[in-house]
């Protein structure tokens, strides 16, 4: 049994390797750029039938479904979206794994019909892999609105593989796509391609399995297929295509390789060497630029395109893409978010809260029996979490997902890119900071998405001091309610800028080189319903499997500690912060320690504390001001410090935790001297 099927435990369809080619189960995998409709094709072909999970050893999500066709069952695996198998983020690299390792049946490329040439570069790599291959190209309906069409059989001719034109949002195409995997499956058909080449000014046929590259590459590519062909290194892999994946200095290609024969990479990295002294430029952008070329040579010879009107997603594209009109729109879009979060959302979360009000007492109990002490913070953490993911981070992902899918995100994070960079990052980060509004969790988990290990880090730093919608209600119950809405959002400016500057301080303890901002922009569309709840879901599960059970065993816990007595000297330890450095009350410590467990707590907890809502009887208005930052900015609740540390390390968790603490005293102390001069 593979790696996927013990992950995502497939195997109740029926066995794997060869007794799927005996008509058990046939595994088919879902390969392609980011934006090409996978997603859809997935949706399609397996509609309810699908189980999430994580590739073992890996963050990484991966989808896999099942359909049966014509009394024929099939595995689907739904794998990240991919440009290349010079893999560089989490993503690509399971991906890649999938298909040079698994040994899938047959695999799907899909494609998109209206940039054909550029996903075509992706093909050509699958072709030279001898993946057992079928074409989807999808979206012809979109290509052909922009007046481009594309020949399928001609395609399909010079690539050797079946190529079959779909609609997959619209369900158009899907049976003959799935028949025609079926065949390639069953037959155990590996890719076979020609391609028309030009030689001393002839056109000629190359020969099956292969395109053809300049006549110095092909040289040093024949020369180690052979060496590799001699030496029965990895034989289940075209030589042809370890002897390219040696040429462009893959890594891994090269552990591999190295851990049966050094002296075919030690030969490998001469030839390389010898062909960027020809070419100037290192040998994998010349393998990189030559199947660029020829992506491109396919492509004209299978597309025409006429005249059209401009459509209406163009001329937005230019609006949204804007130099100044961007930024404009931008900050709107950025704006609706965090007004659906004060006004909306507060709405529904008071609702709610009002609705569980009537079944038991929301405020913490810190005094009686053990039993209802623990009840009670167990029930007010299951409240909590309630009241947080049904008004606000449902819709507030919903949303998000909506935006995604209509590709106005990929056009966010074109824009805010020279920003960002600023810290470290490109603008692919805008996606998981703007998820950071909602939750930190899944934020946090989205960061997946960046290239290296230390954009990751960047980013997940940065999310940890968004305010999310617990933060969100501290600052609502406390200072929108009795200080001012314009100091509410005043405290979302300054982390704005918080953000930024620790950020630049963040960029430079970790040192290295930053990866640009490479995303497909595909064209403006309507949302699919199906696409957006599954996103919506994908990022609120990590609430209810990871914030949930913390939120409801840290409240009763916490509670129950405090009414032991076991926290009672914490107020007067951290009374010196408290009261003498953040001019607050001395109860705001234990109300803190609290806040760690969730974040609003701290405003619950000073309710429970001082038996009133009517906070302005207790609390100046600075110092509502210097708690609500204080909460805003110091270490994250628990559920995030878990994410932290299953994404990272439990040392990076609590490194980050600890400098915010530092931080957040700085910044209250300072707030606390300086508001009375405006407050």
């Not at 297929?225 to 040429?247: C, D, N, Q, Y």
Request: charged share 20%.
């Amino acid at each position: 049994m593979s790696a996927i099927d013990r992950l995502l435990d497939c195997h109740s369809t029926g066995t794997r390797g060869r007794a799927a080619r005996k008509g058990d189960c046939i595994r088919v995998a879902l390969a392609g750029n980011a934006n090409v409709g996978k997603s859809s094709v997935f949706n399609r072909l397996t509609g309810t039938h699908q189980i999430i999970g994580n590739w073992p050893g890996k963050t990484v999500e991966v989808a896999c479904g099942f359909a049966e066709f014509r009394g024929q069952k099939l595995e689907i695996v739904d794998l990240p979206g991919i440009y290349s198998l010079s893999a560089f983020s989490p993503d690509e690299t399971v991906s890649r794994d999938y298909i040079a390792d698994e040994g899938p049946d047959a695999v799907i490329n899909v494609i998109d019909a209206s940039v054909l040439e550029r996903n075509l570069y992706f093909t050509l790599q699958l072709l030279e892999m001898g993946a057992p291959l079928v074409v989807c190209l999808n979206q012809v309906d979109f290509a052909a609105g922009r007046g481009i069409r594309i020949d399928d059989r001609k395609l399909e001719a010079l690539l050797g593989v079946p190529v079959v034109p779909t609609v997959a949002i619209a369900g158009r195409g899907m049976d003959e796509l799935v028949e025609r995997t079926l065949k390639v499956a069953k037959e155990g058909k590996r890719a076979e391609a020609a391609l028309w080449v030009a030689r001393k000014g002839k056109r000629a046929r190359a020969e099956a399995v292969r395109f053809a590259y300049s006549k110095e590459v092909e040289s040093k590519i024949g020369e180690l297929a052979g060496l590799i062909e001699a030496s029965g290194v990895m034989p289940t892999h075209p030589s042809r295509w370890i002897a390219i994946r040696l040429l462009e200095s893959d890594s891994r290609m090269k552990r591999t390789v190295g851990s049966a024969s050094r002296a075919i990479v030690e030969r490998a990295e001469k030839l390389a060497e010898e062909i960027a002294r020809l070419r100037k430029i290192p040998c994998y952008e010349v393998i990189a630029l030559e199947r660029y070329a020829m992506a491109a040579g396919i492509a004209k010879k299978v597309r025409t395109s006429a005249q059209h009107a401009r459509m209406a997603s163009e001329r937005l594209d230019e609006i949204t893409t804007h130099r100044e009109w961007g930024y404009a729109i931008a900050a709107c879009v950025m704006l609706g978010l965090l007004l659906w979060t004060f006004v909306i959302g507060n709405f529904l979360s008071l609702q709610l809260s009002n609705v569980f009000a009537l079944l038991s007492p929301l405020e913490p109990k810190v005094a009686g029996n053990v039993l209802e002490i623990l009840w009670n913070g167990a029930f007010g953490g299951l409240v909590a979490g309630v009241t947080l993911v049904i008004p606000f981070v449902i819709p507030f992902y919903f949303l998000i997902a909506f935006l995604e899918d209509s590709g106005y995100l990929t056009r966010l994070a074109f824009v805010f890119d020279s920003a960002l960079s600023s810290i470290g990052l490109h603008g692919k980060a805008i996606i998981p900071l703007l998820l950071g509004y909602g939750c930190s969790v899944p934020a946090i988990l989205s960061c997946r998405i960046m290239e290296t290990r230390r954009e990751r880090l960047l980013a997940a730093f940065a999310i940890t001091l968004i305010p999310c919608s617990a933060r969100t209600i501290v600052i609502l119950g406390l200072v929108a309610a009795f200080v001012g809405i314009e100091w509410a959002l005043a405290l979302y400016i300054i982390d704005l800028v918080i953000v930024l500057l620790l950020g630049r301080l963040a960029l430079r303890a970790l040192p290295g080189k930053g990866a640009g901002l490479m995303m497909e922009m595909h064209a403006y569309r309507m949302p699919s319903p199906g696409i957006v709840a599954k996103q919506t879901w994908a990022r609120t599960k990590s609430l209810i499997y990871i914030v949930f059970p913390i939120y409801i065993v840290g409240s009763a816990l916490m509670q129950l500690a405090y009414a032991a007595g076991l926290l009672a000297p914490v107020n007067s330890l951290l009374a010196p912060i408290t009261v003498g450095w953040l001019g607050l009350p001395e109860i705001t410590g234990i109300m803190l320690v609290f806040g760690v467990v969730r974040k609003e707590l701290t405003i619950l907890m000073l309710a429970a504390l001082v038996g009133t809502t009517q906070f302005a009887l207790v609390l100046s208005p600075v110092q509502m001001m210097v708690l609500a930052l204080v909460t805003m900015l110091y270490i994250p609740c628990l559920a995030t410090i878990s994410a932290l540390a299953r994404e990272f390390d439990m040392r990076t968790a609590l490194a980050i935790s600890a400098a915010e603490v530092v931080f957040a005293l700085i910044v209250g102390g300072v707030a606390a001297r300086l508001l009375p001069l405006v407050l």
